[in-house]
T-cell receptor, first 115, second 108 residues
Framework: DTGVSQDPRHKITKRGQNVTFRCDPISEHNRLYWYRQTLGQGPEFLTYFQNEAQLEKSRLLSDRFSAERPKGSFSTLEIQRTEQGDSAMYLC?????????????FGSGTRLTVV | QKEVEQDPGPLSVPEGAIVSLNCTYSNSAFQYFMWYRQYSRKGPELLMYTYSSGNKEDGRFTAQVDKSSKYISLFIRDSQPSDSATYLCGFGNEKLTFGTGTRLTIIP
């Protein structure tokens, strides 16, 4: 168990390009969460999965954002046609059960810069 | 009104001092209350969580919840330079709603 792993750590992309991030949760955790954090703010909820099922999506998750968790293991978050406002830290977290009850374990995040 | 209010600081205190960090919330549906610590360019790390009013202690850290006032606090005793970080309060059930974070610096 090496914790929650996110790849890449940093991504710089030009406006309009598509980007994809990967998250590998702790192996026995069935819940996986995506959050976005901008400078000086706390993390904001984007979406979460229980196993392979996506159970909730935030209104922050526009049509340009899509997340998957095939086979209930790793997850990907894709942003299409990136905009400068998408620049942020994208955090993945996992939990053994209900997130707030068991507590999340966060990864170190993927820092996205859109130029 | 924001669901969660947290003083962003920054807060600087001398080593060994007692630190008090606070958050207020407005959503009565929140069942769990937690504190995370976040070092620069790292993901948040869970420090403490609770679901009931009262105090919970873990080493130098004490979390206090007052549901009637919708107010939570984190106290750090004998503060150390390694405690210098941003502290986030979090609330929720399945998903969490976080405060903006308080940046804390412990001066040796």
């Amino acid at each position: 168990d090496t914790g929650v792993s996110q790849d890449p750590r940093h991504k710089i992309t030009k406006r309009g390009q598509n980007v994809t991030f990967r998250c590998d949760p702790i192996s026995e955790h069935n819940r996986l969460y995506w959050y976005r954090q901008t400078l000086g703010q706390g993390p904001e909820f984007l979406t979460y999965f229980q196993n392979e099922a996506q159970l909730e999506k935030s209104r922050l998750l526009s049509d340009r954002f899509s997340a998957e968790r095939p086979k209930g293991s790793f997850s990907t978050l894709e942003i299409q046609r990136t905009e400068q406002g998408d620049s942020a830290m994208y955090l993945c977290a996992s939990s053994y059960g209900q997130g707030a009850y068991y507590g999340y374990t966060f990864g170190s995040g993927t820092r996205l810069t859109v130029v | 009104q924001k669901e969660v209010e947290q003083d962003p600081g920054p807060l600087s205190v001398p080593e060994g001092a007692i630190v008090s960090l606070n958050c207020t919330y407005s959503n009565s549906a929140f069942q769990y209350f937690m504190w995370y610590r976040q070092y620069s360019r790292k993901g948040p790390e869970l420090l403490m969580y609770t679901y009931s009013s009262g105090n919970k202690e873990d080493g130098r850290f004490t979390a206090q919840v007052d549901k009637s006032s919708k107010y939570i606090s984190l106290f750090i005793r004998d503060s150390q330079p390694s405690d210098s970080a941003t502290y986030l309060c979090g609330f929720g059930n399945e998903k969490l709603t976080f405060g903006t974070g308080t940046r804390l610096t412990i001066i040796p």
